[in-house]
Protein backbone atom coordinates (compact mmCIF):
# COMPACT_ATOMS: atom_id res chain seq x y z
CA UNK A 1 0.00 0.00 0.00
CA UNK A 2 1.14 3.95 -0.72
CA UNK A 3 1.49 5.98 1.65
CA UNK A 4 2.01 9.93 0.46
CA UNK A 5 4.56 11.96 2.58
CA UNK A 6 2.10 13.66 4.75
CA UNK A 7 0.10 10.27 5.44
CA UNK A 8 3.81 9.18 6.44
CA UNK A 9 4.44 12.11 8.92
CA UNK A 10 1.30 12.08 10.67
CA UNK A 11 1.93 8.31 11.08
CA UNK A 12 5.39 9.04 12.59
CA UNK A 13 3.85 11.88 14.73
CA UNK A 14 0.96 9.37 16.30
CA UNK A 15 3.48 6.11 16.56
CA UNK A 16 2.72 4.03 18.92
CA UNK A 17 3.77 0.34 20.01
CA UNK A 18 0.87 -1.37 18.34
CA UNK A 19 -2.12 -0.66 15.42
CA UNK A 20 -4.67 0.00 18.25
CA UNK A 21 -3.32 2.92 19.87
CA UNK A 22 -1.46 4.29 17.05
CA UNK A 23 -4.97 4.09 15.04
CA UNK A 24 -6.60 5.69 18.73
CA UNK A 25 -4.10 8.46 19.05
CA UNK A 26 -4.95 9.47 14.89
CA UNK A 27 -8.93 9.01 15.52
CA UNK A 28 -8.81 11.30 18.68
CA UNK A 29 -7.71 13.87 16.62
CA UNK A 30 -9.80 14.47 13.48
CA UNK A 31 -13.23 16.06 15.36
CA UNK A 32 -10.45 18.93 16.42
CA UNK A 33 -8.59 19.66 13.28
CA UNK A 34 -9.68 22.58 11.21
CA UNK A 35 -7.78 22.93 8.12
CA UNK A 36 -9.57 20.69 5.65
CA UNK A 37 -6.54 19.20 3.86
CA UNK A 38 -5.31 17.34 7.14
CA UNK A 39 -7.87 16.13 8.38
CA UNK A 40 -8.26 14.43 4.62
CA UNK A 41 -4.83 13.14 4.93
CA UNK A 42 -5.58 11.93 8.45
CA UNK A 43 -8.47 9.99 7.49
CA UNK A 44 -6.53 8.34 4.73
CA UNK A 45 -3.60 7.31 6.64
CA UNK A 46 -6.66 5.79 8.91
CA UNK A 47 -8.36 3.84 6.55
CA UNK A 48 -5.00 2.93 4.68
CA UNK A 49 -3.77 1.54 8.61
CA UNK A 50 -7.19 -0.07 9.36
CA UNK A 51 -6.64 -2.44 6.08
CA UNK A 52 -2.64 -3.56 7.23
CA UNK A 53 -2.96 -6.33 9.54
CA UNK A 54 -1.84 -6.37 13.02
CA UNK A 55 1.70 -7.59 13.16
CA UNK A 56 2.25 -5.72 10.08
CA UNK A 57 1.05 -2.53 10.94
CA UNK A 58 2.96 -2.56 13.97
CA UNK A 59 6.46 -3.27 12.03
CA UNK A 60 5.19 -0.84 9.65
CA UNK A 61 4.54 2.32 12.24
CA UNK A 62 7.83 1.67 14.03
CA UNK A 63 9.95 1.63 11.39
CA UNK A 64 8.32 4.92 9.69
CA UNK A 65 9.53 6.43 12.90
CA UNK A 66 12.71 4.68 12.93
CA UNK A 67 13.43 6.20 9.19
CA UNK A 68 11.83 10.01 10.13
CA UNK A 69 14.20 9.88 13.04
CA UNK A 70 17.19 8.64 11.60
CA UNK A 71 16.71 11.26 8.58
CA UNK A 72 16.06 14.26 10.88
CA UNK A 73 19.24 13.30 13.07
CA UNK A 74 21.31 13.19 9.74
CA UNK A 75 19.82 16.22 8.50
CA UNK A 76 21.02 18.08 11.52
CA UNK A 77 24.65 16.36 11.56
CA UNK A 78 24.52 17.26 7.87
CA UNK A 79 23.77 21.06 8.37
CA UNK A 80 26.33 21.24 11.78
CA UNK A 81 29.19 19.95 9.64
CA UNK A 82 28.30 22.05 6.65
CA UNK A 83 28.07 25.01 8.93
CA UNK A 84 31.61 24.76 10.45
CA UNK A 85 33.18 24.14 7.04
CA UNK A 86 31.65 27.08 5.68
CA UNK A 87 32.34 28.84 8.79
CA UNK A 88 36.18 30.52 8.47
CA UNK A 89 37.99 31.42 11.30
CA UNK A 90 38.15 35.09 12.44
CA UNK A 91 41.92 35.43 13.06
CA UNK A 92 43.60 39.29 13.98
CA UNK A 93 42.70 41.21 16.52
CA UNK A 94 40.45 39.75 19.60
CA UNK A 95 36.94 41.35 19.39
CA UNK A 96 37.99 43.02 22.73
CA UNK A 97 41.53 42.80 22.62
CA UNK A 98 43.94 46.00 23.93
CA UNK A 99 43.71 47.41 20.74
CA UNK A 100 40.28 48.14 20.59
CA UNK A 101 41.09 50.48 23.89
CA UNK A 102 44.21 52.35 22.78
CA UNK A 103 43.86 56.50 22.48
CA UNK A 104 44.79 55.95 18.38
CA UNK A 105 42.29 53.53 17.47
CA UNK A 106 39.52 54.80 15.04
CA UNK A 107 38.25 52.12 12.95
CA UNK A 108 37.18 48.50 13.24
CA UNK A 109 37.42 46.72 10.19
CA UNK A 110 37.18 42.67 9.45
CA UNK A 111 38.69 41.72 5.59
CA UNK A 112 38.62 39.22 3.43
CA UNK A 113 41.95 38.26 1.87
CA UNK A 114 41.33 38.52 -1.87
CA UNK A 115 44.90 37.40 -3.15
CA UNK A 116 48.27 36.48 -1.27
CA UNK A 117 49.46 39.11 0.23
CA UNK A 118 51.42 40.95 3.31
CA UNK A 119 48.23 40.47 5.23
CA UNK A 120 47.79 36.36 4.54
CA UNK A 121 46.62 33.81 2.02
CA UNK A 122 43.16 34.15 -0.16
CA UNK A 123 40.27 33.46 1.89
CA UNK A 124 41.50 34.42 5.00
CA UNK A 125 39.10 36.39 6.83
CA UNK A 126 40.89 39.07 9.79
CA UNK A 127 39.29 41.62 12.54
CA UNK A 128 41.31 44.87 12.97
CA UNK A 129 41.16 47.52 15.04
CA UNK A 130 43.30 50.37 13.26
CA UNK A 131 44.34 54.42 13.56
CA UNK A 132 43.49 56.53 11.02
CA UNK A 133 46.22 55.82 9.14
CA UNK A 134 46.18 52.11 9.25
CA UNK A 135 42.67 52.29 8.01
CA UNK A 136 44.04 54.35 4.46
CA UNK A 137 46.05 51.55 3.97
CA UNK A 138 43.71 49.63 4.20
CA UNK A 139 41.63 50.94 1.49
CA UNK A 140 45.08 51.29 -0.41
CA UNK A 141 44.79 47.27 -0.45
CA UNK A 142 41.63 47.21 -1.09
CA UNK A 143 41.42 49.44 -4.15
CA UNK A 144 43.92 46.92 -5.18
CA UNK A 145 42.14 44.39 -4.70
CA UNK A 146 44.49 42.37 -2.24
CA UNK A 147 41.81 42.44 0.38
CA UNK A 148 38.06 43.14 0.83
CA UNK A 149 36.38 45.14 3.63
CA UNK A 150 33.56 43.31 4.91
CA UNK A 151 33.01 45.76 7.38
CA UNK A 152 33.97 48.78 9.34
CA UNK A 153 32.97 50.34 12.43
CA UNK A 154 33.94 53.94 13.66
CA UNK A 155 35.72 53.26 17.71
CA UNK A 156 35.20 55.88 20.21
CA UNK A 157 37.10 54.85 24.03
CA UNK A 158 36.56 51.21 23.14
CA UNK A 159 32.71 51.58 21.91
CA UNK A 160 32.34 50.48 18.23
CA UNK A 161 29.72 52.33 16.13
CA UNK A 162 29.04 50.16 13.04
CA UNK A 163 28.39 52.27 9.66
CA UNK A 164 25.00 50.08 9.05
CA UNK A 165 23.61 47.31 10.38
CA UNK A 166 24.80 44.01 9.26
CA UNK A 167 22.82 41.79 6.62
CA UNK A 168 21.00 38.95 7.65
CA UNK A 169 22.71 35.69 7.12
CA UNK A 170 21.06 33.94 3.90
CA UNK A 171 20.58 30.49 5.27
Request: aromatic content about 8%; hydrophobic content about 35%.
Amino acid sequence: MKFSKGELDIIYQYAAPTKAKTLAGMKEIVPVIKDLLTKAIVENAIRKLEKIPEPECSQFVTATKTRFLAERDNSIRQRLAAAKVQESIMQGHDLSGIERFRPETRHMIMVEVQKQCFVGFKGERFRFYLSDEGYRNAKRSEQEGEIKIKSHAAVVDGKLYPDKTPKQQER
